[in-house]
C-alpha cells in the first residue's frame, strides 16, 4: 500500500510546518516509521523516526525543533517542523519497514512516499 504525503509548500524562515502522512498498516506495532529529506544535488537524510513503541529518534540537524508523532487510529504519521531554516528546504518524504527502528538510512527503510517539496525562503 503507498505512502502518501501531504502538507509542503513554501514558507519563511522561522515559522513552522506540519507534515502528514497516510500510511494504512504500517502503524502496526510492528513497523518503524520514519521521515527523510532531500536537498537539491544531495543525498537523502533521515531526519526523525519513531517505533511500534511510541519511542522517537532525531538527526542532529533538527533536535528541538522537529518532532515526529503518529495517530494509530488514523493511520497518520506526523512530521511538526518548527524554526525552519533555509536548508530545511527540500523533499521530504515518508518511509516505513517492519521492525524495530534502526539507525536513519535510507537502505534501512523499503517503503517510501513519493515525496513532498518544502521550500523555506524570505
Known amino acids: 500500500v503507498p505512502l502518501m504525503e501531504s502538507g509542503g509548500g513554501s514558507v519563511e524562515p522561522n515559522t513552522s510546518l506540519r507534515l502528514a502522512c497516510k500510511v494504512p498498516?504500517?502503524?502496526?506495532?510492528?513497523?518503524?516509521l520514519g521521515w527523510f529529506r532531500q536537498g537539491p544535488g544531495e543525498e537523502r537524510e533521515g531526519l526523525a523516526s519513531?517505533?511500534?513503541?511510541?519511542?522517537?529518534n532525531y538527526a542532529d540537524s533538527v533536535m528541538g525543533r522537529f518532532a515526529i508523532s503518529k495517530d494509530n487510529a488514523k493511520d497518520i504519521l506526523y512530521l511538526q517542523m518548527n524554526n525552519l531554516k533555509a536548508e530545511d528546504s527540500g523533499i521530504y518524504f515518508c518511509v516505513a519497514d517492519a521492525g524495530w527502528c534502526g539507525p536513519l538510512v535510507a537502505g534501512g527503510f523499503a517503503y517510501w512516499g513519493q515525496g513532498t517539496q518544502v521550500t523555506v525562503a524570505v
Open positions: 498498516g504500517y502503524t502496526y506495532k510492528g513497523y518503524c
Open positions: 519513531i517505533d511500534g513503541d511510541g519511542d522517537t
